[in-house]
């Protein structure tokens, strides 16, 4: 599962970007805002989001979050939820920008990037 922030039109592009790379490394290139919400507000009662989003963590084999914006909301949870039922967690973070260390102690591996392209080799060797 492919979790990372949706701003609306202005980046649906990154996240198809990312998901190619996440497919061109060898893996399966879900995503929760792609896949199951397509790009738009799908829930209105977050109880049903989080039971939605359980639900597909629990169905993936890994997690990968991008932290290169410091996410302090849904993706941490989603996060925790990976890291609660031993899911390995990719980390990956934009080259030069700082992020919460709290991922390291999660991470299966931090991978740092300046596109998309960059994370392929490093996530070929776990697919």
Known sequence: MIVARYKGIENKEEIEALCAAVKSAGMEDRCFIRDIE????????PRELWASALKEISACDALLIDVSDQPTGGRVVEAGIAYGQGKPIFVIARNGVSYKEVFDGIATVVIRYDEFSDIVAALSKYA
């Open 38 to 45: 397509n790009y738009e507000k799908v829930y209105d009662d």
